[in-house]
């Protein structure tokens, strides 16, 4: 009932009375009363003046299913849409549904703090109630394992031109799964597959971007940043994801089929791990060279400092001058 109240004032163009509410829900104006009552304790503000009703003021910087859900109807993701106030990962949730066949493709799920959220290499993200923006998207594509090993590079891809598109700011792809501005470190998305030998389960691909965030842990205070922080003023967070989950739903749609070479090309003008002195951990040992271009299978070409090339799919590859 709360949300359908909510969802009443945001159409409002004016103040609507208690007694208009009670008549469209069904409910007592006591009942309305205290509905609106917790709306204020959760951060909207409600103008209420006698004889005329609520107005609703502005909303607090939270995720709103409702407008998220009525913005992306004609869109295959995002449907069903689950947003939580906390969680422990936003990865592991759409797990659990996904082990409880209660996760179709499309899900995803959204939460304002998560207490355990984790990045890759099982480090921890810093995911507290502060201005970002988690959230984890579950596929069911009919591939097998092969067939979806760069789809980590194919989310950054979309999430890149998503930021970029919609705060006009220079967002870049550190491969293979961080978004940066400048040399620090804006958003990171971590996949996760479940798979037999022949057919993929299902994949959860999670996303945290820095939104509204103002400072950071001392730890990495130096080497993260914000949308907020890079363009001085905050953003509708709501707007951003549907822009997000606008761009993944595009360019995910071709990445089952075949991201093209025009798409491949622009990967790598938004790759600034290109170009760049990079150094790469491998059995234990430490290979130098230039990244000189990311593969159409998402693979990065060095060309190593003995004049080898090398190709790397995967493990921890260090960038000169990027955090």
């Keep these: 009932m709360q949300t359908k109240i909510l969802a009443a ?23 309305v009363w205290k509905h609106i009552t917790k709306l204020k304790s959760e951060g909207y503000v409600i103008d209420s003046i006698r004889n005329r009703g609520y107005k609703l003021l502005s909303a607090p910087d939270i995720l709103d299913a409702d407008t998220i859900s009525k913005a992306l109807a ?8 689950i947003t939580l106030k906390i969680t422990d990962s936003t990865n592991e949730e759409a797990k659990r549904l996904a082990r409880q066949n209660a996760a179709p493709h499309g899900l995803v799920v959204t939460a304002e703090e998560q207490t355990a959220g984790k990045g890759r290499l099982g480090r921890q993200w810093c995911a507290g109630h502060d201005g970002g923006m988690y959230f984890s998207l579950l596929l069911r594509p009919d591939l097998p394992p092969s067939d979806i090993a760069s789809i980590t590079l194919a989310a950054g891809y979309a999430v890149c031109l998503a930021i970029r598109q919609f705060t006009d700011l220079p967002a870049k792809i550190k491969w293979p799964n961080d978004i940066i501005i400048g040399n620090k470190k804006l958003c990171g ?3 996760e597959m479940a798979a037999q030998s ?18 950071f842990p001392e730890a990495i205070a130096s080497k993260a940043t914000s949308l907020a922080l890079e363009a001085g003023h905050t953003w509708n967070k709501n707007d951003l994801l549907i822009c997000v989950l606008r761009f993944l739903e595009q360019v995910l749609s071709r990445f089952f089929v075949s991201l093209s070479i025009e798409d491949v090309a622009h990967f790598n003008r938004l790759c600034a791990t290109i170009g760049r002195k990079v150094t790469v951990e491998r059995g234990g040992q ?5 990244a000189r271009t990311v593969s159409a299978s998402g693979e990065l070409i060095i060309r190593t400092d003995e004049g080898r090339e090398l190709t790397v799919s995967s493990g921890e590859v260090t960038v000169q001058g990027i955090y």
Excluded: M, W
């Design 286 to 290: 430490q290979i130098t060279g230039v």
């Design 9 to 31: 004032l945001r159409e409002a163009n004016d103040y609507l009375s208690g007694e208009a509410l009670s008549e469209q829900f069904g409910i007592t104006r006591s009942a």
């Design 198 to 215: 022949d057919k993929v389960d299902y994949v959860i691909i999670g996303i945290g971007i820095n939104v509204n965030n103002t400072s």
């Design 189 to 191: 998305i971590l996949t």
């Design 74 to 81: 004609d869109n295959a993701i995002a449907h069903p849409l």
